[in-house]
């Protein structure tokens, strides 16, 4: 059925291929369904009416490729993922779609330094960071944060702009002598000041104590306390990129 679809006329780009081209491809794939050999056959004939709209209408072109390259990097065939995003970029001029899609399939795969070097490329600084920090490359990880912070002072995005303090706050904490143990109380208060969650106040409460300033560690900690008891988990969740996974 979905064969006999594509082979319709295709008219306008968003008429091209559903964006649940990919979640589909996904369920076929599984063993419980029909056999990846099937999958595969989609995906060839996906690639046949990318090929046949290309000349054409080619911002139709560009969507259906998009959509093959996300339904092999679901699927976990990232050869065919990454091989497809390059080819969309040699021919979409480097669009930006590709490249951050690119850098999703090196990060899928843990290969967070050619992650990093991509979303680069992309100017998205946050996604950056953490793949240098997931990198274990932290004093790039502190610069490309320290530049996203510094150039983005009106905070249009509170969350990523918090958490870019607390990982940097943590890269500092970790070092433990007690200049970066400063640094460490100064982006933490950063944070709380962006986010007032019971995370940053524990994060805070932490540093404070490890500084032996324990009745300042003590009212932070009451504050952090009270917030959980409102629902909010004491920790966050462990940094990932998992976030860039589901665009």
């Known amino acids: 059925r979905i064969i006999a679809h594509l082979k319709d006329n295709v008219g306008s780009a968003n008429r091209a291929i559903g964006p649940d081209v990919f979640e589909i491809a996904e369920r076929l794939a599984s063993p419980t369904m029909v056999s990846p050999w099937s999958a595969s056959v989609i995906q060839y004939h996906l690639y046949e009416r990318y090929l046949q709209v290309l000349a054409k209408d080619p911002m139709t072109a560009k969507k259906i490729l998009l959509n093959i390259g996300k339904a092999y990097r679901y699927m976990g065939w990232y050869d065919k993922a990454e091989k497809t995003m390059k080819e969309g970029l040699k021919y979409f001029r480097g669009d930006v779609n590709f490249r951050r899609g690119l850098a999703v399939v090196y990060a899928e795969q843990k290969m967070y330094r050619k992650a990093a070097e991509v979303f680069s490329q992309v100017g998205d600084s946050f996604a950056e960071?953490?793949?240098?920090?997931?990198?274990?490359?932290?004093?790039?990880?502190?610069?490309?944060?320290?530049?996203?912070?510094?150039?983005?002072?009106?905070?249009?995005?509170?969350?990523?702009?918090?958490?870019?303090?607390?990982?940097?706050?943590?890269?500092?904490?970790?070092?433990?002598?007690?200049?970066?143990?400063?640094?460490?109380?100064?982006c933490h208060e950063k944070a709380l000041f962006l986010i007032q969650s019971a995370a940053n106040y524990k994060r805070l409460s932490d540093i404070l104590q490890r500084l032996g300033r324990d009745d300042e560690a003590k009212e932070i900690y009451r504050k952090a306390l009270q917030l959980h008891q409102e629902g909010q988990p004491l920790e966050d969740e462990p940094l990932s990129l998992n976030a860039l996974f589901t665009e």
């Not at 932290?138 to 509170?158: G, M």
């Open 129 to 186: 960071g953490v793949a240098w920090t997931l990198a274990e490359q932290h004093d790039r990880a502190i610069e490309v944060f320290s530049k996203l912070l510094t150039s983005n002072l009106d905070h249009q995005h509170p969350g990523e702009h918090a958490r870019a303090w607390t990982v940097t706050g943590d890269i500092y904490e970790e070092r433990g002598d007690r200049q970066s143990l400063l640094k460490a109380k100064n």
